[in-house]
């Protein structure tokens, strides 16, 4: 029995409504990341002024962060969606194994910069060789 090809909604349905039918969740998620950097800045800053500061610096990297991957994902995305679109799901597989390989390497190299950079950065930030009260020293 020959394999019957199954149309979906992505093909058929008003480009309009099904950009705001995918792009609502998205909205959402990157809506409630940004939410919880406010939430956090608020409790943070009732520790203190040095913890607040910190908190600040992590912010900035972690934006930045989180660029970079937004980015990654949107370029992967598109790769992938044209080999499925081609019918080419092996090759989607291998592009998604690829790509998940290089995330892993990348937060590697992003985390090991990260703490190679901790001591240079922190007399820039113009605090006393001190620690916060809650954390170790490095």
């Given at each position: 029995?020959?394999?019957?090809?199954?149309?979906?909604?992505?093909?058929?349905?008003p480009v309009?409504?099904?950009?705001?039918?995918?792009?609502?969740?998205?909205?959402?998620?990157?809506?409630?990341?940004?939410?919880?950097?406010?939430?956090?800045?608020?409790?943070?800053?009732?520790?203190?002024?040095?913890?607040?500061?910190?908190?600040?610096?992590?912010?900035?990297?972690?934006?930045?962060?989180?660029?970079?991957?937004?980015?990654?994902?949107?370029?992967?995305?598109?790769?992938?969606?044209?080999?499925?679109?081609?019918?080419?799901?092996?090759?989607?597989?291998?592009?998604?194994?690829?790509?998940?390989?290089?995330?892993?390497?990348?937060?590697?190299?992003?985390s090991i910069?990260?703490?190679?950079?901790?001591?240079?950065?922190?007399?820039?930030?113009?605090?006393?060789?001190?620690?916060?009260?809650?954390?170790?020293?490095?």
């Amino acid at each position: 029995m020959p394999k019957r090809r199954r149309e979906h909604t992505l093909i058929k349905a008003p480009v309009n409504s099904l950009l705001v039918k995918m792009a609502a969740p998205i909205s959402l998620g990157m809506i409630s990341t940004f939410l919880f950097q406010i939430v956090d800045t608020y409790f943070v800053g009732l520790l203190g002024p040095a913890e607040l500061a910190a908190l600040t610096f992590a912010s900035n990297a972690y934006l930045v962060i989180v660029s970079i991957y937004i980015g990654f994902s949107v370029g992967v995305s598109s790769v992938v969606a044209k080999a499925v679109g081609a019918g080419n799901r092996k090759h989607a597989c291998a592009i998604t194994s690829s790509a998940l390989g290089v995330v892993l390497m990348l937060s590697i190299l992003i985390s090991i910069a990260g703490v190679l950079t901790i001591p240079p950065c922190s007399p820039s930030l113009a605090h006393k060789p001190t620690h916060c009260r809650w954390s170790h020293p490095i």
